[in-house]
């Protein structure tokens, strides 16, 4: 039976071309390869070198050896990639979010459903990747914008968030009850650049606005706290992250129908029943607010 590290060796002798290349690159001596050559030769019958006083090379048997230990080598990283991802997914529970509020909600429920297992997740600007990811089986659970009809998903609504713009009191809109977000047309206006759709939405929606953006949230919330640009909050930002609006600002309702979002769970549907816990407190959790 061939070992492993025969295999290994006729594979880089077929990529290297030298003993010398060889013993280099996997750190064993060059008799140490010339002893697992000829026991290779041994064990399969057939000659795979042709060999010279000063020279070593494959011939045709050997070459066809040598690319078939190619394949299995593969097989064989593609099993151990297979398996530790296996292990990795049966530890973890992963989703994907749209943006970080229902993140905040949801991971502490899934931490209390599955206690021994790591919650992770990941935060995208599109739901493409998410159904990608879902269908992939990369995600467990995906939250959405919308409600996914396709009978291969199943579905619950979740929570909602609402977007204000915070101005301060002595802006030339801070009288107004609500604006639309093109009001802010030409504004500098300060930013998280991780907050998911939010992001590119308000973006998109607010023309010749300058974003400074920050990518370290506590700095983003310092730096609001001492400035007299607007930002942005919603209702569930200002709860979670215990942001009450500063004294000196004032939280200014958005009108934009995207400034309202309402997010749904969604996994595969044969992954329902399994999940079962998961949407039962979802449902138990919405039915509370």
Known sequence: MLETYMIQQLATFAEEGTLSAVAERLHISQPAISR??????????????E????????????MLAARHAGIILCAQEEMLRAVREKY????????????????WEL??????????????????EKEEPLLKGLAEKRYDIVVLLNPAKDENYFCRPFIRECL?????KKHRLAARKAIWLKDLAGEKIL?????????SMVRRKIPGAVFLEQPELA???EIVKNSH?????????EQKLHTPVPKDKTAILLLDEEASARFYCVCRAGDASRLSAVFSAIDNLIGRK
Request: charged share 15%; aromatic share 12%; proline share 8%.
């Open 164 to 168: 204000s713009v915070l101005l301060p």
């Open 36 to 49: 697992s050559m000829a026991k290779m030769e041994k064990i399969i019958g057939v000659p795979l070198f």
């Open 219 to 221: 700095s983003l919330l």
């Open 191 to 199: 930013i998280h650049d991780k907050i998911g759709f939010w992001y």
């Open 229 to 237: 640009l607007p930002s942005f909050i919603t209702d569930i930002s």
């Open 107 to 124: 991971s502490p429920i899934l931490s209390q459903i599955y206690p021994g297992m790591t919650v992770s997740y990941e935060l995208q």
């Open 51 to 62: 060999r010279t006083k000063n020279s070593i090379r494959l011939n045709s048997f050997g």
């Open 88 to 103: 990795r997914r049966s530890r973890t529970f992963s989703y994907g979010a749209i943006a970080p509020a229902p993140a």
